[in-house]
């Protein structure tokens, strides 16, 4: 028996989300900016970018708990402003903060969030038994849930968005303030899910969660998309093959490095105490620097990612 069946609803082919100009204000301030956003069935759709971009602002009217101020969305077919209560009824959400109940215990919350959708108790029942033992809770099923840890109530939070076989799952951050052990759990049970074939979009800050997990993504600065593709489009549109990261204690050092780079055609970026070197052969960078009697104290060549992505496109790290 699949996780999670779903249902198929609406015309075939016609996209989960589809935004037009969209747009969320808070009294002056916008916090979404016109944007345009469509998400096919099938796919996991990300939007990464630092907080204060405008992701959460985006999930919550997709998710129909925030109205749009401008603009057109359409989710699963229905238009988000007349149709909130039939959409909300087809998703699954696992929100930024937990909203579980603590003094229940796991099985406990799993039942009444289905009993919010109708769900008869015996099929409450075996879907509980066995979305509890895919996120690794079976033997937790009778514990309270506050004394569980973090990544044990991030994987309870999937599980109980998933107990309506919902046609779509929305994941606001879902790995933020978890150790690395807990991260890798819960990614893993999200890159079965879709390998299953369940659809979601989630937003996040962290470039490794995007890469790992999304078919598609937009980047987001200041409410507005700035990029749009795969993972692997967007690093080989904007940024290079490879960075070099060097670190100098003296800070005239690091901004006459910054000129030598560009001085050999190469795209250069300080940020903070490092020295940021776009190019297509990291080694051979290295080699000129230290040709022209520059020698960092820490020196590190990677491949390029999605935060360098966001930096060339932006100027600032998501971290800022």
């Not at 039942?111 to 099929?123: L, M, N």
């Not at 951050?173 to 893993?188: I, M």
Request: aromatic fraction near 4%; hydrophobic fraction near 40%.
């Amino acid at each position: 028996m699949p996780l999670v069946t779903g249902r198929v609803a609406g015309v075939s082919g016609e996209p989960l989300v589809e935004a037009r100009g969209l747009v969320k204000r808070f009294g002056s301030s916008v916090a979404v900016d016109g944007i345009d956003v469509r998400v096919e069935r099938g796919e996991a759709f990300g939007f990464l970018g630092p907080n204060g971009a405008g992701k959460t602002s985006t999930m919550r009217m997709i998710g129909c708990t925030s109205p749009s101020s401008d603009g057109h969305l359409r989710v699963l077919g229905l238009d988000a402003a007349t149709q909130g209560s039939q959409i909300r009824a087809r998703l699954g959400v696992v929100a930024q903060e937990d909203n579980l109940d603590t003094e229940l215990s796991v099985r406990e919350n799993m039942v009444i969030y289905g009993r919010y959708f109708g769900i008869p108790r015996a099929t409450i029942a075996e879907r509980t038994d066995r979305l509890l033992e895919f996120v690794q809770l079976a033997d937790r099923a009778d514990s309270l849930v506050d004394p569980l840890s973090g990544g044990m109530k991030r994987r309870l939070a999937i599980a109980r968005a998933l107990v309506s076989e919902p046609e779509m799952v929305l994941l606001d951050e879902p790995t933020t303030g978890l150790d690395p052990q807990a991260r890798h759990l819960v990614w893993d049970r999200l890159h079965q899910l879709k390998r299953g074939g369940v659809s979601f979009v989630l937003t996040t800050h962290y470039m490794d969660e995007a890469e790992r997990l999304c078919d598609r993504l937009v980047i987001m600065d200041q409410g507005r998309i700035v990029a749009e593709g795969s993972p692997r489009e967007l690093i080989a549109r904007h940024a290079t093959r490879e960075v070099v990261e060097l670190t100098f204690v003296d800070d005239t050092d690091l901004h006459r490095a910054a000129d030598r780079a560009t001085a050999h055609g190469d795209r250069a970026e300080v940020v903070a105490d490092r020295l940021l070197v776009y190019t297509a052969d990291g080694d051979a960078a290295v080699e000129r620097l230290g040709a022209d009697g520059l020698h960092p104290d820490r020196t590190m060549v990677r491949r390029a990612s999605l935060e360098d992505v966001f930096l060339i496109l932006t100027g600032r790290s998501l971290e800022e």
